[in-house]
């Protein structure tokens, strides 16, 4: 088995280079995939995903100029950021990477100011009902991939009822779900013999290459099929909200402000 070394150091100087290279400022940068799901192998990548704000004269051009940054510092660490006009966009539409994004447990970079501010606005933003359906459209792709054959990947079970469960907590709770697995499964799901069949896949992911498969488990295949009915029929009765673009308008601006400004 291979185990992926990287470091915190490494991956602020590939920030800070990119920093330079393109003349933003980078105000967020976490964790996302599997090591900020809690359930990652020794050979998981590192994916590091970020929100940069350029300075406020950029914003101020009749072309369209790129909003998104990718970059492959090694076979086992990518970066990839989106701008904060772009962010913000994303998060009136309640975007799930977004959202997840700014609730991963693994950060990097973390604006003092302006962060907490931003998680602070997901109230007046987030519609349930699109959340809900971005997590259960997620889910049903991985599923209709995997619940044939006598074999299913271990990454391929948890991702799939990872989705689930963040579906069934935004139904119920009308809030982003908790982006680490451990809480989720604890909080998420009550019937104790599935919550164990869950820890059992995570620990054996965890002992094991990304790429391994095991049989599959009848219980969880039935439990997932019934929940994909009832939750489809449940996120359908949930009010289409729209988000309150004028608090997220003042932000942006703000955030402008607050970085720039004096320099």
Same mark, same amino acid.
């Given at each position: ?35 900020? %799901?809690?359930? +990652?192998? #020794?050979?998981? /990548? ?7 704000? @350029?300075?406020?004269? %950029? ?6 100029? *790129? ?9 086992? !660490? #990518? !970066? ?20 997840? %994004? ?9 604006? *003092? ?10 109230? /007046? ?8 359906? @971005? ?8 599923? !209709? ?14 991702? $799939? ?9 935004? $139904?119920?709770?009308?809030?982003? *779900?908790?982006?680490?697995? +451990?809480? =989720? ?7 104790? #013999? ?5 820890? +059992? !896949? ?14 599959? #488990? @009848? ?10 009915? +009832? =939750?489809?029929?449940?996120?359908? /009765? ?9 608090? $997220?308008?003042?932000?942006?601006? @703000?955030?402008?402000? /607050?970085? %720039?400004?004096?320099?």
């Amino acid at each position: 088995m291979t185990t992926i070394q990287t470091n915190r150091g490494e991956i602020l100087d590939q920030l800070r280079a990119l920093e330079r290279q393109h003349g933003f400022r980078v105000l967020f940068a976490c964790e996302s995939g599997s090591r900020a %799901w809690g359930f +990652a192998s #020794d050979d998981s /990548d590192y994916d590091v995903r970020f929100i940069y704000v @350029h300075r406020p004269e %950029w914003y101020l051009s009749v072309r369209q100029l *790129p909003d998104s940054v990718t970059f492959f510092a090694s076979d086992t !660490l #990518d !970066l990839a950021g989106w701008d904060l006009r772009k962010a913000l966009g994303l998060f009136g539409r309640s975007n799930g990477a977004l959202l997840e %994004w700014l609730h991963s447990p693994i950060r990097y970079v973390e604006h *003092p100011d302006l962060m907490p501010l931003w998680r602070a606005l997901v109230p /007046d933003v987030l519609n349930p009902r699109a959340l809900a359906a @971005h997590y259960l459209g997620m889910a049903w792709k991985l599923w !209709l991939v995997a619940r044939d054959g006598e074999a299913v990947s271990t990454k391929k079970y948890l991702y $799939i009822l990872r989705t689930v469960l963040a579906a069934r907590w935004v $139904i119920s709770r009308k809030s982003p *779900p908790p982006v680490a697995f +451990a809480r =989720l499964l604890e909080e998420a799901l009550n019937e104790d #013999d599935l919550r164990g069949r869950c820890r +059992a !896949l995570v620990a054996a992911k965890a002992a094991a290459q990304e790429s391994s498969a095991g049989a599959r #488990d @009848h219980v969880l295949d039935q439990w997932l099929t019934a929940q994909f009915q +009832a =939750l489809r029929i449940l996120n359908a /009765d949930l009010p289409n909200l729209s988000a309150d673009h004028e608090v $997220i308008d003042t932000f942006f601006r @703000h955030a402008l402000e /607050d970085v %720039w400004s004096g320099i």
